[in-house]
């Protein structure tokens, strides 16, 4: 079956400019995370939800960054005023087992910030 | 602090080498689980295996083990007869309870090279 799906695949932006990535997850998971990975930091936990409960933003690192999940499913992350530190791959899982499951990831999303 | 410690930054073999990556992690909690991911160049995290806290009994899959050791906070992954399709970075990672939605924890991964 269909995988996590990302886009874009690469996203190139100039700093002080606002930033959409889109995540499909999973048909039938409930879970969605966000992560970041980045060359200093590693693989950081961003944001969480499940089913059309509010979001835990506990691991957002400003408050530049929001995300949204509408129906259950799709869920964006936004990032506004880039700034260079936010250069970074962003993932998304999602899971079936809820939470405890394993969580399978998407592709991810390169953002590039000038 | 780093909760999920892989010591190993970078290791390299010569295929048909059997390799360890060693996983050390940190938690109170007394449910959680671990998890073992494959980054390959591609990029793509790939997800390998997921163990609870209450299940010690070490898996088997095909060329591939892990050996979990509560006593010791260790969750090792061996790889008997390395390819060169198993050069990748590896990232264990732990999830608990205390974690939003029982979040990943990941270490900073090992970086595996098998050579030819």
Redesign the interface.
Known sequence: GAGVSQSPSNKVTEKGKDVELRCDPISGHT?L?W?RQSLGQ????LI?F?GNSAP?K??LPSDRFSAERTGGSVSTLTIQRTQQEDSA?Y?C?STLMG??????????TRLTVT | AQKVTQAQTEISVVEKEDVTLDCVYETRDTTYYLFWYKQPPSGELVFLIRRNSFDEQNEISGRYSWNFQKSTSSFNFTITASQVVDSAVYFCALSEGSNSGYALNFGKGTSLLVTP
Do not use: T
């Open positions: 879970a995370y992560y590693g693989l950081e936990f969480y499940q835990d506990s691991g791959v993932l899982a939470v405890r499951g394993e969580q399978y990831f998407g592709p991810g």
